[in-house]
T-cell receptor
Framework: GAVVSQHPSRVICKSGTSVKIECRSL??????MFWYRQFPKQSLMLMAT?????????EQGVEKDKFLINHASLTLSTLTVTSAHPEDSSFYIC?????????????FGQGTRLTVV | AQSVSQHNHHVILSEAASLELGCNYS??????LFWYVQYPGQHLQLLLK??????LVKGIKGFEAEFIKSKFSFNLRKPSVQWSDTAEYFC???????????FGTGTRLLVSP
């Protein structure tokens, strides 16, 4: 299947700093990527839908100015957590969908464990 | 709002036992249904999916799931589990025409040898 690479896998940052997470589709072009957040023992919650060349679509309750998403190319989307606080500590996962006329499937990155101290 | 429910949060089984994990969704229209698995330390992987046709879907590693439209359910089954099936399992739904996946809360399966 298609490969989605997410980097870094783990990051620790100080409160008030910003962290950038990259999501790359390695062997296909992804016009749309998705960013999820997973809290311990909870499900994946969709944060935003990232569209190549246009503004991201954020889910209700997600702060646009705090979670900046850029999808500058067909193979790269970035999520920047700005002015991070301890409550932003979480597991962030990106996903890209491959869509054809008959099928669609989502492929996931390995996730990024963010710890804000 | 659309939602997906997984009623079993933790399941503990012995090897060779049969497995059934429940998944129900709330949406009246056409849906696409998925089961994903997340092995310890690894990323989410697709087990199986249903789009249309035969409601009994067979996936990888001996897993299968049955879509029962009248019950809004898509339960995951495996006749005989192995220790290597220890993982977290997520049911997910996408409403036809929409791209985003809505996930259930996940079921953590522990298979003891």
């Amino acid at each position: 299947g298609a490969v989605v690479s997410q980097h870094p896998s783990r990051v620790i940052c100080k409160s008030g700093t910003s962290v950038k997470i990259e999501c790359r589709s390695l062997d296909f072009q992804a016009t749309t990527m998705f960013w999820y957040r997973q809290f311990p023992k909870q499900s994946l919650m969709l944060m935003a839908t990232s569209n190549e060349g246009s503004k991201a679509t954020y889910e209700q309750g997600v702060e646009k100015d705090k979670f900046l998403i850029n999808h500058a190319s067909l193979t790269l989307s970035t999520l920047t957590v700005t002015s991070a606080h301890p409550e932003d500590s979480s597991f962030y996962i990106c996903s890209a969908r491959v869509v054809s006329l008959r099928d669609t499937e989502a492929f996931f990155g390995q996730g990024t464990r963010l710890t804000v101290v | 709002a659309q939602s997906v429910s997984q009623h079993n949060h933790h399941v503990i089984l012995s090897e060779a036992a049969s497995l059934e994990l429940g998944c129900n969704y709330s949406y009246g229209g056409t849906v696409n249904l998925f089961w994903y698995v997340q092995y310890p330390g690894q990323h989410l992987q697709l087990l199986l999916k249903y789009f249309s046709g035969d409601p009994l879907v067979k996936g990888i590693k001996g897993f299968e799931a049955e879509f029962i439209k009248s019950k809004f359910s898509f339960n995951l089954r495996k006749p005989s589990v192995q220790w290597s099936d220890t993982a977290e399992y997520f049911c997910a739904v996408t409403m036809w025409g929409f791209q985003k996946l809505v996930f259930g809360t996940g079921t953590r399966l522990l298979v003891s040898p």
